[in-house]
């Protein structure tokens, strides 16, 4: 047996017979059997099923497909393979040459966000290419299998049939490329950032993947195998319990959906969510060169607030900046944007943005119970500056007329200094909601996206659990609600360190519901 050792992927547990990639390409050596313009329609063909089929189960990562169409129309990738294959240059060289050539001109601008758009880039390249020959991509293994590829790229996890994988394992890649995402997002368990995983392997050698933990057994022992198989029976077909659990020492936890898009309600409702602990209402914002106005805004919203059917609804304002940047709200570039102008700083500072969505979120609170949170707290008075402006919205509204009901007003807890306050921040609003991702990755110092400093950003260690702690027992001495809604909620490992520091309601995607609160109907924690 040999363990190795990656990046948690996707949580969950998978084994299997290893499935090389490679294997299910098409040859290098097939002939190249169809004209350009005819892999284009069909690769544009792949792209659109690809994000139908994605956003069934993951409307906002279906996003990704939408971007790598509008890639795959855009002239100068085109115009770049045209012209290449007017000169004499064989078709599939001239697709490769033009993706080298704007893949180059990305990684040239030197951000690092913008290396998501070159993985996709490439993506494009490799559809394109392999619609040049027969048979199409995706060739089946004979069973259920593990995936192991050296990369695996956003339209490899959209294609994977989980009647055909059950996990995947790479050598390269990070928790937080779009392939992790998607993974995420559709269920499957994986490991990245295995290095050399497939130099060590053979088609059809035994594989554990063990997604949460980050690692990957080959060829494991008998006893392993038991330990394993019995976990992933224990996940197997979960049934959806709906409501809030009660732990097996009798304390009640609600488990509620991190959504970001105005469809997200479906999936959240139908993993039995028991609310929605975060909107991530950037989806409104993305991929557009014009901010969405106050009514668009409210009809996503409302969309979001009458598909939970009564249940609550917590809605993020606008968290731009840093790792997440939009091209319809142009920064200046800055030397350390995760530290910059971002999230609620840049919102008060620009109400024309900030007030148009707040009144709209507010206006939402007419189609079901709607919080209003803002993210990126690191201090009383950036809440209470927010706070007034939400509450001189309300009174306006109802100036003219519109009937709104109270509407909780909370705040994010992702900044260690906003931790350290918490008593001061609970004293004032109306519920806490606990960003692990950035709360640790600002604990550490490590950016939550770089695989390089990973092994730092541990959600267990003290510094992270003391930090959780004090919030917890500020929100209980205040009387007000605190939650998790960071990826820490999701880690069947990190849920009874959370559920002992007092916490009772966690945030998820909605995929990990069932098996989230099927583990807090047996956790017996005294
Ligand atoms: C967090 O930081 O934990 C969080 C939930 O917000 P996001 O992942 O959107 O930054
Ligand atoms: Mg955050």
């Known amino acids: 047996m040999l363990k190795l050792t990656g990046m948690p992927g996707s949580y969950g547990i998978a084994i299997g017979k290893a499935v090389l990639g490679e294997d299910l390409r098409p040859s290098a050596q097939a002939e190249v059997s169809l004209p350009f313009e ?62 080298a050539e704007l893949t180059r001109l990305f990684r040239e601008l030197k951000d690092p966000l913008l290396r998501e758009r070159q993985t996709d880039l490439e993506d494009i390249g490799r559809r394109l290419s392999g619609r040049l020959r027969k048979p199409p991509l995706s060739a089946c293994p004979p069973e259920q299998g593990i995936l192991v590829a050296r990369e695996l790229f956003p339209s490899d996890i959209a294609g994977m049939n989980p009647e055909q994988y059950a996990g995947f394992a790479t050598d390269l890649g990070t928790p937080t ?18 290095k050399d995983i497939t130099r060590y392997l053979r088609p059809g050698d035994i594989l554990i993947i063990d997604g949460t933990a980050g690692a990957v057994y080959l060829d494991p022992d008998r006893e392993t195998l038991r330990r394993y198989a019995s976990r992933t029976e224990d996940t197997a077909r979960l049934p959806i319990l709906r409501g809030p659990v009660m732990t097996a020492h009798g304390v ?46 409210l009809a996503a919203y409302r ?26 709200l142009p920064l200046e570039p800055e030397a350390n944007p995760a530290l910059g102008w971002r999230g609620i700083r840049l919102s008060l500072e620009m109400p024309d943005t900030f007030l148009p969505q707040v009144r709209a979120i507010l206006r939402a609170s007419a189609f079901g119970p709607v919080g209003v949170m803002f993210p990126m707290i690191a201090t009383l008075e950036e809440f209470l500056k927010a706070r007034e402006m939400a509450e001189s919205a309300l009174q306006e509204l109802r100036r003219q007329g519109r009937d709104i009901p109270p509407v909780p007003i909370g705040t994010m807890i992702e900044i260690p200094s906003s931790a350290l306050i ?23 110092a490590a950016d939550r996206a ?36 960071g990826e820490m909620a999701a880690d069947p490992e990190s849920v009874p ?30």
């Open 497 to 526: 360190f959370l559920l002992r520091l007092g916490i009772t309601e966690l945030s998820v995607s909605p995929v990990f519901i069932p098996a989230l609160k099927r583990q807090i109907s047996k956790l017996d924690l005294v």
């Open 252 to 297: 009640l936890i609600l488990v509620k959906a991190n959504i970001g898009s105005a469809g997200g309600s479906r999936q959240a409702l139908e993993m039995g969510a028991d609310g929605i602990g975060v909107v991530r209402t950037e989806f409104l914002f993305q991929d557009r060169e014009r901010l969405p106005d106050e009514e668009e805004q």
């Open 177 to 194: 490329s779009h392939a992790a995402i998607l993974a995420r997002s559709l269920g499957f368990p994986g490991v990245f950032g295995l």
């Open 422 to 444: 918490a008593d001061a921040l609970a004293r004032e609003a109306d519920f806490l909601s606990i960003g692990t991702n950035d709360l640790i990755q600002y604990a550490f």
């Open 38 to 99: 005819e892999a284009l329609r069909l690769a544009r063909d792949d792209l659109i099923r690809l994000r139908n089929e994605v956003a069934a189960h993951a409307p906002h990562e279906a996003e990704i497909f939408s971007a790598q169409l509008l890639m795959l129309d855009d002239p100068m990738l085109q115009g770049g393979i045209r012209r290449r294959i007017a000169q004499g240059e064989p078709v599939e060289k001239a697709i490769s040459g033009a993706i």
């Open 303 to 328: 969309q979001i607030a009458e598909g939970m059917e009564g249940r609550p609804v917590i809605i993020r304002t606008l968290d731009a900046g840093s790792d997440k940047p939009l091209p319809c």
């Open 450 to 485: 770089n695989p390089k400093v990973a092994s730092l950003t541990d959600p267990r260690h003290e510094a992270v659990l003391r930090l959780i702690g004090m919030v917890s027992e500020a929100g209980r001495a205040h009387g007000k609600p605190v939650s998790v809604c």
